[in-house]
Structures are given as C-alpha cells and as structure tokens.
C-alpha cells in the first residue's frame, strides 16, 4: 500500500485526527526521495558497458592496434583498478562491513574492485587467445580467477566478487571432467559431469553453513545457498532425465534437496541466532527453488511412467497442478508482501 492509502485507512479508522493527516501528508510530499539505488544501479551498467566495450574494442580492432599494446593498457587499468580499491579498503570484520553504507571514496572502491575483476578476466581471456598461455590446461582458465576472487570477495566484503568466484569454479570443475568434450560438444549431462557437479554442490553447502555458524560473512550464506542450490538441483534433474539405471536415486536425492531447502528457510534464521524463527523468517527463494525443481520432477516423473496418456490428462494435470502450485506458493509469501494484509 502506498503511504496515501496507508494514511486514508488510519485516518477512516479514526486512528488518526484530520490535522494529524494533513500534517503527516504534507511531510510525505517535502520527504525527500531516495536516489541510492538507482544510482548504484547506474554505476554497475556503466562497468558492465565499459567492460563490453573493452572487448569489443579488442575483437574489433587487435590486428591494428597490436596485441602487445592492448595487452598492456588492459593490465594497466586493471592494476590501476586494484589499487584504487586496495588503498580504500574498507576494515577487516567477520560481519558485514558497516563502511559499505558510507559515503566517500571507499564507496567507489567497491565498484572499482568489480571492474577491476572483470578486466582481469578480459585480460586473461585475451592473453589465452593471443598468446595460449595456458596451453591446453582449459580449466586453469577458470581457477586462476576462481582462486583470487574469493579471497578479494571476503577481504573487500563484496557478494558480486564472491559470486563470480563461484561461478568460475562451477566452471572449473565442469572443463576439468571433460575438457575436450565440453568445449566442442557443450554436453554438460554425462555421468561425471553430473556427479562432479553434485559434489561440488554439496562442498559448497556445507562450507556456506559452516561459515554460517562460526559467523564469518553470515550475509554471505544467501549466495552460496542460491548457487549451489541451483547447481545441484540442475545436476539432479540431469540425472534424473537421463540416466534410466540412476533414476530412482537421482528422483530421491532431487526430493531430499528439496526439502532441505525448504525446511533450511525456516530453521535457517533460528541456526543463525534468530529468536523468532518462523516459516516465513528465511529466504522466499529457497522455497520457490525446492519447490519448481520439485514440480518439475515430479511432472516428469508422472509422464514418463504414464506413458499412454491422452491429451485431455495432460491439460487437466497442468491446469490443475498449476493453480494448486501458484495457491501453495501464494500462502507461503511473507506476511508483508501480502498485499491484501490489513492496516
């Protein structure tokens, strides 16, 4: 609701005076508005465009230029990056750097670190190309930045660095199993592929929860949980599609994430010390996580051993199905996300 609305309900249910409205209106309309957001948002398009531009710049124009040249100035701007950040650095805490809300030069160093990373990557990527560096080690492509990231992600308390840390080692695991394979086939669904990326999956999940008791960036478990989750919810469905001899254990193990998932967002606040824990304390997109990946299972499970099934069976199961997920999900929101929650 918005405040007007909010001020017209209080003001009907007489919780408020005529004169208390007026007043509290006309301090709403001098309140000054919030730019923070759109602002932070602005800048991080602006290090996404420069950051494309920069690539295009070097695909478009490294026979003319040199690759020496566009090598250096790459790591130039990327060591002047680095430093800009490091000389702002904000303080080492286990909790969540309360700099990162201030104003001033440390606030730019944060946006200076995640250009700084994607430089490095443009850098590596074109340093690979010109010059094969690594060889034919494809998967030291992606854990040289793996192994640095992380570290920069915790020391500068920053969630975008952590979550290319990951990605990149979700990457490395996948290019180390089959390396030839992956990069002329693409076929992420074989056996080792998919057992690869459920262990790391579950590695994953039990250092977020661990760092998580010992409240080290407990702000940091949202994203490991989100992306491992995903990977390994992927990975089971892979499985699960795939491989008829495994299905039953894969169909098992996709159950027994889900429902960890789900029940994680209501214990999770109280394993972090909440007090009043509840169903609806934790991340809404755990619970949206468990239960699409689950929906998604079961229907495949369904139609694959209700093979002669008419069309009829498939239009009243998706319709039925559907309105019964959209109602479950709809009674899990949040209290204040309720739009029809009175005043």
Partial sequence: MSPTDVLNELSK???????????????????????HWELRSMLYIGILL???GLGLLVYDNFDKIGQG????????????????A??????????????????????????????ACLLFLTLEGYAQY?????????????????????????????RGVLS??????ISWVGITVRPLELYFKTNFFDQETVFSAIGLALVLIGVAIGLDRQRIKPHFTYTYLTIAGNLLMLALLGGLFNFDDLRLWFALGLAAACLAFARYRIIGPALR??????????????????TVYGYIGVTYLFFHYLRQSSDDMYYWYFIVTGIALVYYLMSQLPKGNRTNESV
């Fill in 50 to 52: 420069i950051s494309s």
């Fill in 86 to 115: 490091w000389r702002f650095r904000p303080a080492w805490t286990p909790a969540e750097t309360a700099s990162q809300t201030k104003t001033g030069p440390a606030t730019f160093g944060s946006y200076a670190l995640i250009l």
């Fill in 273 to 290: 010390g909440s007090q009043s824990a509840s169903a609806t304390d934790g991340p809404f997109l755990f619970l949206l996580m468990s």
């Fill in 13 to 35: 249910q007489k919780i408020i005076t005529e004169k208390q409205h007026v007043d509290i209106a006309e301090l709403e309309r001098q309140f000054p508005f919030s730019l």
């Fill in 130 to 158: 010109a010059y094969t560096i690594f060889g034919s080690q494809y998967g030291l492509v992606t854990l040289l930045p793996a192994v640095l990231f992380l570290p920069l992600a915790y020391r500068f308390d920053h």
């Fill in 164 to 169: 290319m840390a990951l990605t990149a080692l």
């Fill in 69 to 84: 040249a566009l090598l250096t100035a790459i790591a130039a701007a990327c060591v002047g990056c680095f430093y800009f």
